[in-house]
């Protein structure tokens, strides 16, 4: 079978920043363990950042929680290949909620990262965008270029159905910039943060 990932150029860092440079207020955003959380903490520390640490192939599912939780904000879960790979079945459940204010961004390089750079599904038969859409998801882009991330950098803030997308991204491994490792002090920060834009006061 022909690979899903094909020549990719885009900067994994990079390609995070220019998604979160302008980022309305109520744009919370669950990035999946590894290099996503490291280049979210990168592009800029905030309170409305979840970081994950120890939760492999979760990110989408807590991700979910907060849209349904919270319609009134967005979020944008901003994972990899591997951990969506590993929690390939949330996609199913994001797919039947249907929340208009959850993004669902996987950066794929087509390798497992954090496990030593090994070839991932998507290198060769997985097509992430095509369970997306078998899931139900009907927004669904396939980001190869600078200009259809600022696209999708436009559609995390006012998309108005669920979205879904693949940015293929350069195999590539920057320093590691690493945030905060307390989860309850994450946990914490990120209530706050939640009642500030929802208008309530935490318990």
């Known amino acids: 079978m022909q690979a899903n990932v094909r020549i990719a150029t885009l900067d994994r860092r ?24 490291w280049d979210a903490f990168a592009a800029g520390d905030d309170d409305r950042n979840f970081y994950l640490w120890g939760a492999m192939g979760g990110a989408a599912m807590i991700g979910l929680g907060l849209a349904l939780a919270q319609p009134k904000l967005r979020v944008a879960v901003i994972t990899g290949d591997g951990e ?19 993004a669902v961004v996987v950066f794929d390089n087509g390798h497992f990262g954090e496990t030593g750079m090994q070839a991932s599904h998507t290198s060769g038969a997985v097509d992430l965008c095509a369970v997306a859409r078998g899931c139900g998801i009907e927004r669904v882009m396939d980001v190869g270029d600078e200009a259809g991330l600022r696209e999708l950098a436009g559609l995390l803030a006012n ?20 945030p905060e490792k307390d989860g309850v002090a994450i946990k914490d920060r990120v209530r706050r943060a939640v009642a500030k834009a929802a208008g309530f006061t935490p318990a």
């Open 14 to 37: 990079a390609a995070m920043a220019t998604l979160l440079a302008d980022r309305p207020a109520n744009l919370f955003v669950v990035p999946g363990l590894g290099s996503c959380t």
């Open 159 to 178: 998309s108005d159905r669920t979205l879904f997308a693949r940015v293929r991204i350069a195999a590539d491994d920057p320093p590691r910039v690493l």
């Open 84 to 102: 969506m790979l590993m929690g390939l079945g949330s996609l199913g459940t994001v797919g039947m909620q249907k929340p208009a204010n959850l």
